[in-house]
């Protein structure tokens, strides 16, 4: 087998609901080209080498022959700049600061931990609304929760929300890839999506900046710290990267994480007596079915050597993350969903300077929702084993998860 070949079979759609055994092969080879001429890299110490760096690059314009595949499409179309992921230091460092100011430590280190009684809340609401005898999780659950939750971080008025989730879903889905088939209604229908929201927020940052609140888009516009503050489209864009990635790790991660449980009874039982179980629960999944499978627009501003390898300057670079939280190299046996471990070091939200900016966030989110699912529905059971994936092999999860209960309780 190819390496070539390798690689669009862990694109292929039909890999999406096991595509380990195929980075276990790729993982023999840890660094090759593959057939667009990206250089793969899979073990565990490799990535995270190059996570931290400083001589890789997240700037598509970077690359020795830029493409538009790096880019979202309000930052193709010119109409929003790149968030800070897409940045390198020093932008990069100057807007993750000023959004993390008033997001989490050290200077705001109350913000996620003061939400743990609207999380809850939200939780409840969505589980009492569970009727019937079969679910889809996805869209009675784990889509609306954190969508819910960046709308209340925001300081979305509630009247606004629906209209706040309609667009949300509609450019969230344009992010999968329909192979084969004729995505011009969906892409307009996306595009339309963008400029109602990106009118929406323009509007409410407006707003804001006449009568600032206590949430955190006030708080982006105002800026406290010595970097200033956000331009309006800063804010806008700063803003649209909250809705999209800040709910998107998130989906999938209670999503792969009830599908993990409900494969592992024993497990799910133990959440259910003993809710302490859900942290290293939460960090076993992101290591055993991380939410973002691979990082696949990191390019090299000067060449490198990796595992003897090298690797000129300019070059796409993909990073499989998900094969590295599998890599023998790194845990004793690997394909083992195992929260008891004593070294959960996953890649699941990263490492170095990009590592996942929402990441205290999720985790809180995703402990929340699993402590309270194992807790509340009656004999959970899969109706369907493997669930129907998403196309997108970035950004894995299932596109529904149907669950059969005996009822909800109190």
């Known amino acids: 087998m190819t390496h070539a070949s390798l690689m669009q079979q862990i694109t292929d759609y039909a890999n999406r609901a096991d595509p380990y055994p195929l980075y276990a092969e ?10 667009t001429g990206s250089y793969v890299v899979s073990t565990h110490y490799d990535i995270i080498s190059l996570l931290h760096d400083p001589r890789i690059s997240s700037d598509i314009h970077n690359r020795a022959a830029p493409a538009d595949a790096g880019l979202s499409q309000e930052e193709a179309d010119g109409v929003l700049p790149p968030t800070f992921l897409k940045l390198d230091p020093p932008e990069h460092d100057r807007l993750r600061a000023m959004t993390n100011r008033p997001f989490g430590p050290p200077h705001s280190p109350r913000r996620i931990d003061g939400m743990q009684g609207e999380l809850r809340t939200i939780v409840t609401d969505l589980i009492n609304g569970l009727d019937g005898d079969t679910i889809d999780l996805v869209d009675r659950f784990s889509y609306p929760f954190p969508v819910t939750v960046i709308c209340r971080l925001l300081g979305i008025p509630r009247d606004d929300e629906a209209k706040f989730h309609g667009w949300a879903d509609t450019v969230v889905s344009s992010l999968d890839p329909q192979h084969g088939q004729d995505t011009t209604e969906r892409d307009r229908a996306a595009q339309e999506a963008r400029v109602q929201l990106g009118m929406y927020l323009n509007g409410l940052i407006e ?5 600032p609140g206590d949430d955190l888009l006030s708080q982006l516009i105002a800026g406290h710290g010595p970097e200033g503050a956000m331009t309006s489209m800063e804010v ?4 649209a990267l909250l809705l999209v990635a800040g709910h998107e790790t998130t989906v999938n991660l209670i999503s792969n994480g009830m599908l993990t449980l409900l494969r592992h009874p024993d497990v799910l039982d133990r959440l259910r007596d ?3 179980l859900a942290v290293p629960i939460v960090e076993e999944l992101l290591r055993y079915e991380p939410p973002v499978q691979m990082l696949p627009n990191r390019t090299p501003i000067t060449a490198i050597e990796v595992h003897g390898v090298a690797i000129p300057k300019g070059a796409p670079l993909c990073l499989v993350v998900a094969a590295g939280n599998r890599d023998p190299q790194r845990f004793e046996d ?22 996942c900016f929402g990441a205290p966030l999720a985790r809180l989110e995703a402990q929340i929702a699993l402590v ?16 129907p994936y998403r196309q997108n092999a970035v950004l894995r999860g299932p596109r529904q998860l149907a669950i059969a209960i005996d009822g909800v309780r109190p």
């Not at 309270?372 to 669930?387: G, M, Q, S, T």
């Open 26 to 35: 790729l993982r023999r080879n840890p660094v090759h080209r593959d057939e």
């Open 334 to 355: 690997p394909d083992r969903f195992d929260p008891d471990r004593k070294d959960i070091q996953h890649l699941g939200l990263g490492s170095g300077i990009h590592s």
């Open 274 to 276: 003993d809710p302490r």
């Open 236 to 239: 806008l864009s700063t803003a």
């Open 372 to 387: 309270e699912l194992a807790r509340r529905l009656e004999r959970p059971r899969l109706v369907e084993d493997p669930p």
């Open 207 to 211: 707003d804001r900046r006449k009568s």
